[in-house]
């Protein structure tokens, strides 16, 4: 499976940002899918993930009431809005294809990763 990540981009603190990641394949609908990032010289840590038919959501404390996940398996794809950006939320944002029908926390339960989509925000 191959993701393309996009949507990054510059924006203000407190304006809004909506990420897509899109699979190459259809049997990416039975996965699970994450979301992650990676800021400057910071560990790639947890932000979102879904399961496979969209019924649950995970997401990092740090993003909660202002991110929200959703997919379209129809279009092989899954979003990521973000709303009231902040400029700790700049980084590197990667999507990933879980191992099974439900995302999780950890980076080790994902076997297929995008290339990144970079996000900035000013303050």
């Known amino acids: 499976v191959q993701l393309q990540a996009s949507g990054g981009g510059l924006v203000q603190a407190g304006e809004s940002l909506r990420l897509s990641c899109i699979a190459s394949?259809?049997?990416?609908?039975?996965?699970?899918v994450g979301w992650f990032r990676q800021a400057p010289a910071k560990e790639r840590e947890f932000v979102s993930a879904?399961?496979?038919?969209?019924?649950?959501?995970l997401y990092a404390d740090s993003v909660q009431g202002r991110f929200t996940i959703s997919r379209d398996n129809a279009k092989n794809t899954v979003y990521l809005q973000m709303n009231s950006l902040r400029p700790e939320d700049t980084a590197i944002y990667y999507c990933?294809?879980?191992?099974?029908?439900?995302?999780?926390?950890?980076?080790?339960?994902?076997?297929?990763w995008g290339q990144g989509t970079l996000v900035t925000v000013s303050s």
């Open positions: 990933a294809s879980a191992r099974r029908a439900y995302g999780s926390r950890g980076e080790y339960d994902y076997n297929y």
């Open positions: 394949r259809r049997t990416f609908s039975n996965n699970g």
């Open positions: 879904i399961s496979w038919n969209g019924a649950s959501t």
